[in-house]
């Protein structure tokens, strides 16, 4: 398998780094999008990339230009940009790397699909409609509405200028300025997930833990119940990150079954030449 890794520019003339695996067979493409506080190398990404591969499926996986992590693959130690995120920004991101795929002989005419996790499964719903060849949606424990905020703590973010957040695994305080709050209020209706699923006009997959302690899995059943063509897996006791930890030192059950569930699903989707 051949794995490169690559830069390119955000919309904002920030870099976007990636990494591509492509077997040397591959007829068909996933693009791998990370959730809040996370990186292309976290935990499960380079695994699940990795059982694609072997299956002759390619992938890309991705930082997202404000995520944070600079050019130590998976250090916080751009703050400044992570403070500044968007889901705008994101998905203009997600749109950048769908014009890299496109410049790119080997892949271009590959048919696609797009896996998100958390925060990322809201990122391929909702930049769904600008991605070229798409032949699915995988979400993995989904986020299902943007709003995530009461009246409160909106009072208390526009009072202080911004929110913090800790990063258990660092131990980092990452602030998030006002920026994604007022994108919201900007942008409400492009921001609506649930309008976004009930506008897919291709194939979804939504997989969710039981026990998933961050997004409670009624979130993915929600997307699920908007979407024409669905199918929900919940798997029975897995968490928000399906048992992964950063970084991967075995492969939980948990997760094994949502990367064959996904695999499966991309198989059925996204054979080359397939309407």
């Given at each position: ?51 694609f591969g072997r299956a002759d499926i390619a992938s890309v996986r991705f930082d997202m230009s404000r995520n944070g992590v600079g050019e130590n693959s ?202």
């Amino acid at each position: 398998m051949n794995i490169r890794q690559f830069t390119i520019e955000s919309s904002e003339g920030l870099p976007i780094r990636g990494t591509l695996s492509v077997p040397r067979d591959a007829d068909c493409l996933v693009l791998v999008i990370h959730g809040f506080k996370g990186f292309r190398q976290w935990g499960f990404f380079p695994w699940i990339c990795e059982h694609f591969g072997r299956a002759d499926i390619a992938s890309v996986r991705f930082d997202m230009s404000r995520n944070g992590v600079g050019e130590n693959s998976d250090q916080f130690d751009r703050l400044d940009l992570f403070e500044d995120d968007t889901y705008s920004v994101q998905i203009e991101d997600l749109r950048s790397i769908d014009r890299f795929v496109n410049g790119d002989d080997a892949l271009r005419d590959l048919p696609r699909v797009v896996l998100g996790h958390s925060r990322g499964g809201a990122i391929a719903l909702l930049g769904s409609k600008h991605l070229s060849r798409l032949r699915g949606v995988v979400t993995w424990a989904s986020i299902s509405r943007v709003d995530r905020w009461d009246e409160a703590t909106r009072a208390q973010w526009r009072q202080d200028g911004f929110q913090e957040v800790l990063n258990q695994r660092t131990g980092q305080r990452m602030r998030v300025s006002l920026a994604m709050l007022e994108d919201f209020e900007r942008h409400p209706a492009e921001l609506n997930i649930l309008e976004a699923a009930k506008g897919l006009e291709v194939p979804l997959l939504a997989i969710h833990g039981s026990s998933d302690e961050s997004v409670a899995v009624e979130e993915s059943r929600a997307i699920a119940r908007e979407v024409r063509n669905s199918s929900l897996v919940v798997i029975e006791g897995a968490g928000h990150t399906f048992g992964a930890i950063h970084p991967l030192i075995d492969v939980p059950f948990a997760l094994r079954a949502a990367a064959t569930l996904t695999q499966s699903f991309i198989r059925a989707h996204s054979l080359r030449g397939r309407a």
